[in-house]
């Protein structure tokens, strides 16, 4: 059969992009079974997005929320999952991830690809309403994996509250109302001793 070229780039994508099953993070799934991997982290952040959008500070493109937060963890089949709370600079998880982002958004076709690069982009400048709440939501779900993992991953690393804090109240930028929902789980985490005050 002979395919056109823009089927075959496509249909390549989306076999390399199978990768990201295999990319493992350090949270566990909210059974606390195993670690989830990237591919699951994604598709639970489009439902939450899906879920979760009426509750954004800014009237957003849920669309947009959704394929941003593919975007953004798409890169991480060349790049690899950055631990929250790792102490790699900033920058150089930045840089990684855009050079990671180029050479798989290449696969696609000119335009297809230049769109999931600026997704990526924009989702990285959290200098819109959709990338904000997408930001929110991407700290939102590992948060809630450790509070109902008992601790799993903050123990596991020796992870303080303030320490979580710090790294999540980004939340707030996107949703008040989540970020108030986290920093309840938070402090019931260490009440509970999930987390080391």
């Avoid at 500070?57 to 790792?86: C, I, Q, R, W």
């Avoid at 990526?120 to 450790?146: C, I």
């Avoid at 789980?185 to 001793?193: S, Y």
Wanted: net charge negative; glycine share 4%.
């Amino acid at each position: 059969m002979n395919l056109s070229d823009s089927l075959q780039q496509k249909l390549e994508f989306l076999i390399e992009i199978d990768k990201l099953k295999s990319v493992f993070r350090k949270t566990r799934l909210f059974d606390c079974s195993r670690e989830e991997n990237d591919a699951e982290h994604a598709w639970h952040l489009a439902l939450f997005a899906l879920t979760l959008s009426d509750y954004a500070n800014e009237p957003v493109d849920v669309a947009k929320v959704v394929k941003m937060v593919l975007a953004h963890d798409l890169v991480e089949v060349y790049a690899g999952d950055t631990f929250l709370y790792s102490d790699k600079p900033a920058e150089d998880k930045y840089q990684e991830e855009k050079a990671a982002g180029e050479r798989l958004f290449s696969m696609l076709p000119e335009l297809e690809g230049r769109e999931w690069m600026e997704l990526w982009e924009e989702f990285e400048a959290e200098e819109t309403a959709e990338s904000r709440f997408a930001a929110a939501l991407d700290r939102l779900e590992p948060v809630m994996q450790n509070y109902l993992t008992k601790g799993f991953t903050w123990k596991k690393y020796g992870i303080t509250r303030d320490r979580v804090i710090k790294a999540n109240k980004k939340i707030a930028r996107g949703s008040a109302e989540l970020w108030d929902y986290a920093l309840d789980l938070i402090n019931k985490a260490v009440e509970k001793g999930y987390l080391n005050n």
